[in-house]
DNA sequence: CTGGCTATGTTCGATAGCGCACGCTGGACA
DNA sequence: TGTCCAGCGTGCGCTATCGAACATAGCCAG
């Protein structure tokens, strides 16, 4: 694998003053998050917290009926197993690595004792689950108003900024499980979408051509994740916002 | 007014042990919130946090358009304006209030200090926050794929939840507006619910008449948010050691 | 080169919910 | 007692999406 890693491509890591990395460094474990990848599953409990760096993950919740919507994409701007921290333990939401890669993670017990130390760890955490938060409730609301292509649009713009390149590995039935919606939904809205030059797709790769192109045809929603997002996580340290959307916001 | 007030009515500030308690009843404030009442607004500063005892308030998330979603209900189990203390000072998210009664406020310093000693405050406002956050993944995924009918039983159920009588004050149209659909649709599936003798209603005023009935016909994302809840507030009361987060982990 | 699998394209009827328009009614209020 | 109107009922055409079936096309293994 001729690809480096370090803890510090994930934002969150990367934010943390060098004590407190310092003390949790030792304990990052480097992991693969290949395809498909279940990191948590719904109840169970949670033994460790994930620090994507080059994978994505969906957060999944599953119907009895096995119908599925993808309620947050984490990538290398979190964490994955808030509930850890949160105090729950477990949550009823699913784990899959959407986009193959690698991630750390840390046990339990190191992550809940540098969170009881109230210090500059708490407070990230915090403000990061602050933005997944937005993210849900957004999501809620783009589920209910807007079109399978304005979700597309939306889904393919968040999986973009949590990638190095523009080019997604993901075929149209796995796109509609994230957005619980039919497999030729998805084909027909990327159908458009190429159509106007927005993307190229080819048996589960897709190139977007023209992202400027995206933010114009996805909805609001997707503006108003990224501006509380950045706002929430601006002043954490070294993450490259470079290529955001509204950089010149408030 | 014949009614009696006290800030224990509402659940998290009756699970507080006594020195925490002590601390903050001082600052509370008891306020008045009638029905329709904004208690902060989308990117609003937030200047205090509420703790409703008798009213129940809905979060809603507004779009350019003026179509709206509710994505949480927040009666006397719970509190209002969680950014305070996640960090953000804001949210993108408005907070009117749907069952009118009253509540508690206390200013936001008043809450960050208590939060910041790292004590049972913190932790008990992080397994509510904890719980809104399952909330709001269920609503999304409910949004997704339920019908209008299912997700009307659940909203009912949930308000039910949070008042001591079977008596809703609520017209059809507010409810539209809570659940992001048609007017008439709410109509349609209240007149189902009506004629299978499970609700009866006139001109502003719901009377659920069978409440297993209705919980029978609902989906469940009700039971599921329920049971999340239950579990992660279960524990909490005076002196119990929940803030020990995980001290005695295995 | 060929079979077989996976990914995508396409069609068709069915349905839920939308947007709109209009009608009805009970109760508040003059 | 009469008026008004908020709250509710209902009908109509429209569209997006569903559910299912089937057709093509790229790609890999043998």
Redesign the pocket.
């Given at each position: 694998m001729p690809v480096s890693h370090a803890p510090k491509q994930n934002h969150l890591l990367a934010a943390l003053p060098v004590a407190e990395f310092d003390r949790l460094a030792d304990h990052l474990e480097l992991v693969a998050m290949p395809l498909g990848k279940v990191l948590y599953e719904s109840g169970g409990q949670l033994q460790h917290v994930y620090f994507p760096t080059t994978a994505i993950v969906s957060l999944l919740y599953v119907l009895e009926n096995g119908a599925s919507a993808e309620i947050a994409i984490v990538g290398n701007e979190g964490i994955l197993g808030i509930s850890i921290f949160m105090g729950g333990e477990t949550t009823p939401s699913r784990a899959v690595v959407q986009s193959a890669g690698y991630g750390y993670r840390l046990g339990a017990q190191y992550l809940r004792n540098e969170f009881n130390r109230a210090g500059p760890v708490l407070h990230l955490l915090l403000r990061y689950t602050q933005a997944l938060i937005t993210q849900m409730a957004q999501t809620a609301v783009c589920n209910r108003h807007h079109?399978?292509?304005q979700q597309l649009c939306r889904w393919l713009l968040l999986s973009l900024d949590r990638l190095p390149t523009t080019t997604l590995t993901m075929?149209?039935?796995l796109i509609s499980n994230m957005l619980g919606?039919?497999?030729?939904?998805v084909?027909?809205a990327?159908?458009h979408l190429q159509r106007a030059g927005l993307i190229h797709?080819?048996?589960?790769r897709i190139d977007v051509l023209d992202r400027p192109g995206l933010e114009h045809a996805v909805c609001e929603c997707y503006a108003v994740v990224k501006r509380e997002s950045d706002r929430l996580l601006a002043d954490i340290g070294p993450g490259d916002k470079s290529h955001m959307l509204g950089a010149s916001e408030s």
């Open positions: 079109s399978v292509e075929t149209q039935e919606v039919r497999r030729e939904g084909t027909e990327a159908g797709y080819s048996r589960g």
